[in-house]
Each structure stands twice: as structure tokens, then as C-alpha cells.
């Protein structure tokens, strides 16, 4: 027996540790993900190079000056803009707007190629640069709240969300490589070129996508009311839900330390370690490869529920690592340091976001991380600003024990918080699979399914008391969990049991109550709000479908 107990435990183990791999492989087969991961391969990759060179050709036109000038030409745009462009991400089918920004850019990249051929004015190439960010600021946003539609269970989405950030590192690492040799061979124009065609190759990618999501009723709604006040729904998503404004704020905190690291790593290459200029290079390449690494290690998160203490782990070490490289100043020592950092920015990047599509409602997703994107850049803009004043005041070493001190502290007094939405990250079994057979959610997405479970309020009905009359206005959708009702409408009256469901057709038509229903006993009952129900059904093609089906047969 111990020896059989011993066999299943090694038997055992190599399973475990296969099903992540599992999931990412699924990845890679879904012909719907697929796509999504070429073209964020493209994207990121022609960012890079673009960045490269810009800067590069900021350089010889205006030296340090032109590197900051553009710079900010490009994050200040983007940083006010982007938050309330991602509405448009909410409003329209998400891979069209992806289609849509790859090719914009691609546009505008041509065109910056074809300025700097033309010996056009560095205005002309600046905008071009601004227009590009501004439109850049909507693909991360359109492009992770379209994922959890693909998606088939959490572990796929955290499987995609891992995958993403696999590409964005390897892009980090082949788009300045792929600027770098073409600078050598050719010049600036040739790499925006190339950045242009492989924008369009991804648009190509993008066109293939073809979703279940179909715009929903809450979403007409939208659209008829003031612009502002569907602009501001990620503000004011964050400013009224504790479990996403905590992700985001410590999440931005990040930010804020990575753009103290841009202006950190360079003093510290070039003063601290006596690297020299291509120190800085040597620790920004160990960054990503660090984030590398840590990217291919998020594959064990694949299948967790609980995933804030990790988000918290990453945060810690970030702040830790980057700290210590002020206490122990050595080239040894600040190369080990950067790569984890890399590595927990992976972790980070992970986590925060398959949090954030988890607890934030799909049609308010993209408007979320449109906030999130704008701050970002702007987080970023002050990092690297108050690590410039910090350095000039206190040094080098000072401040980096102090930027990794505040993010870990940060960290550790958000303790509470992410506990508690680690203890939510379950969702009610019971709720869960009563839903599940529903006809009108059968074909929903793990994740939406899963936010009506934890939205649904038990009500319990006496004998003989009226739990909807006809002619009053829909306010509930209901799902019978034990015990029988009565439903009465002209010409009909027919009883419901345990399974069975009522209120969708005022809620659907936006008409009075049709009918009465009255409980014959004891009724124990699931119960969603309008705008739950709504969102959940008219938000995805194939479960409206079933819903009109199911109205029109009740009608007749």
C-alpha cells in the first residue's frame, strides 16, 4: 500500500505541474487567441523599434533636449486622452477597434517614414509621434477586455494573460535589437518603415477574430445618455468599487517606481557602478531578461483562484531588490537586483490583470483600463521626475532605498485589502451550477457566468404570497431553487419547480410584468437585478439569442 500510495504521489506531481502547460498550449491552439498574441507581437515589437529610433533621431536634431522633448510630446498626450478614449472599447465590438489602432498607427508610421524622407520639419514628425501614442493608449485596454470573451475557463484566461506578457518581453528584447541592426545598415526612416508593415501584419492578425459579444442592451442605454457621464464610468467605476481602485492604486504605485527606474538606471550604469553608457544597456537587457524568465514562471499561476498574495509578493520584491542595490552597490549585485525586478514586474503585470478582469463587469472593463493606461503614462512622467530631484538632492543610492522602500511598504499595508479579495475569489457552487442550467446563460463565458453567481441574492417566498404582479414594473430576474409557483396570465396558468425561471420578459422587452406569479409553497429563490441580468445576456450573441427564443415562445 505505501508503495502504491508513493506511485500516485510521483504520478501525481508531473500532472500538477503539466496542466499549466496544458493551458498554455490551449492558448496557442485557439485560433481566436492565437491571433491576439500575433498581433501583440507586432505591436510591441514595432513599439520598440519606433521608440529606439525616435530617440535616436531626437538626438542628432536637438541632443539631450530632444530625447525629453519627445518624450513628453508623447506621454502627455496619451496620459490625458487615454482614459476617456477607451470608452470607444466599451462601445464598439473590441476587435475592431484593435483592427482599427493597428492600422492607424501603421498609417501614421508610414507617414513618419515617408516625412523624414521628404526632409519635412521635426514638427511634423513630433505630431505624427503624439497622434501615434494617443491611438497606442487604446490597444492594451480593447485588447484585455476582449481576452475573457475568448477565453474558455479562468485558467485559459490566466494562461492568455501570461502568454501576453511572455510576447511583451520578448518584444522588449527584439524590437530595439531589430532597431538597433537596421540603424547599422540602412537609417531612422527604414525602421519606421518596418514598424509600419509589421503594424499592418498584425491588423491582418486582428481581422481574423470573430467574437460572441454583441452590444448589449445596458449599452444602447449608454449611448443615449450624456457623453460625459459615459466618458467618466471608469472614474467612477474606481472611485466607487474598493477591490479595482486598490489593484489600480498599487499597480500605479509600480508605475510610478518603474519611471523613477528609467532615470535611476542610467545615474546608477554610468556613477554608482562605473559602467559607463553601455552599462546602462547591459542592466536594461537584464531586466528583460529577467522579466523573461519571470514570465514562463507565472505558467504555475495557471488554475489559481487566489491570486492578490502573489500580486503582492511581486510588488515586495520589486521594492526589495531595487533597494537593495542602494545598501550593497556592486555590479554583481545591481545585475542579480534588476533581473529580479524584471522578473517581478513580470509577476505584476500577471496578476494585476487577470485581477482586474475578474472583478470589474466586462462592460465597464475597457473603460477601467483606459484609466489605468492614461495614469500609467502620466505615473510614469512623475517617477522619472521625482527621481531626478531625489538623485540631485540625496544621491543615487538614497534614492533607490527609498523608491523600493515605498513600493514594498505600500505593499505590505495593502494586507487586509487583498486578503479580501483572495477570500472572494471562489465562486458559490450551488449559485454556480443552478445558473448553468438556465437556457438563458448556458452558453456564457466561465467568467460572466461567474460574476451572476456571486451577484445572485437568495429571497425566500412564503405560501400564497405574490412574488411578481402582472402589470408592475420588471425590476428582477428569478430562478427557482426549491418549492413551486404559480404562474397566471390571460388564457394561461401553469406551474414552475425547482430549475425553472420567471421575469425575463419585462426585464428583456423593457414592458410591465406579463403575468402573476404566486408561490403554491414554500419557494426558495435566486434573484438578479436588472442590470445584471441584462448585462449578462444581451452581452454576448449566442445567450441572446436564447433569450428571445425563450421570450417568444412564452409570448406565444
Known sequence: MVAAMDHSQHTTRPRRWLAPLRALIDVLHNPQLRRVQLAWSGCITAEWAFIVALGVYAFREQGVIGVGLVGLVRT????????????????YRRELVLRTVLTVRAVALTGAAAALWAGAPTIVLYGLAAADAIVYTLFWPAQSALLPSLARSPEQLTAC????????????????????????????????????ALLALSAVAVAGIRTDEAPNLEGEEHQRRAAIGELLAGFQTLAHEPRPRLVVSLYLAQTFCLGALTVLIVVMAIELLGLGEAGVGYLNAA????????????????????????F????????????????????????????????????????????????????????????????????????????????????V?????????????????????????DDDAHPPQPQLELLR????????????????AFAAEPVVGRAGEILVRRGDEGDRFYVIVHGQVEVTAPQLTRALGPGDFFGEIALLRGVPRTATVTAKTEVELLTLERQQFISAVAGHASSAAAAEAVVVARLD
Open 437 to 452: 442550467g438556465v437556457p438563458l446563460f448556458a452558453s456564457l463565458p466561465v467568467l460572466p457566468l461567474e460574476r451572476l
Open 76 to 91: 502627455l498626450p496619451a496620459a490625458i486622452v487615454g482614459p476617456f478614449a477607451a470608452s470607444l472599447a466599451d462601445r
Open 287 to 310: 531586466v528583460g531578461a529577467g522579466g523573461l524568465v519571470g514570465a514562463l514562471a507565472t505558467v504555475a499561476l495557471v488554475g489559481r483562484r487566489q491570486l492578490a498574495v502573489p
Open 397 to 421: 543610492r538614497a534614492s533607490l532605498v527609498a523608491t523600493g522602500t515605498l513600493l514594498a511598504t505600500a505593499a505590505v499595508l495593502a494586507s487586509r485589502g487583498l486578503a479580501r479579495i
Open 312 to 395: 503582492q509578493a511581486g510588488l515586495i520584491a520589486w521594492g526589495v531588490a531595487l533597494a537593495a542595490i542602494g545598501f550593497l552597490p556592486s555590479r554583481v549585485t545591481a545585475l542579480a537586483m534588476v533581473a529580479i525586478v524584471g522578473s517581478a514586474n513580470a509577476l505584476i503585470d500577471v496578476t494585476a490583470l487577470t485581477l482586474l478582469q475578474r472583478i470589474v463587469s466586462p462592460h465597464l472593463l475597457a473603460r477601467v483600463l483606459g484609466v489605468f493606461e492614461g495614469l500609467w503614462w502620466g505615473m510614469q512622467g512623475l517617477g522619472a521626475i521625482a527621481a531626478s530631484l531625489v538623485v540631485t538632492q540625496w544621491g
Open 161 to 196: 494573460n501570461i502568454a501576453s506578457t511572455t510576447v511583451e518581453n520578448l518584444g522588449t528584447l527584439i524590437g530595439p535589437t531589430l532597431s538597433g541592426v537596421l540603424l547599422l545598415v540602412w537609417d531612422v526612416p527604414v525602421v519606421f518603415a518596418t514598424a509600419a
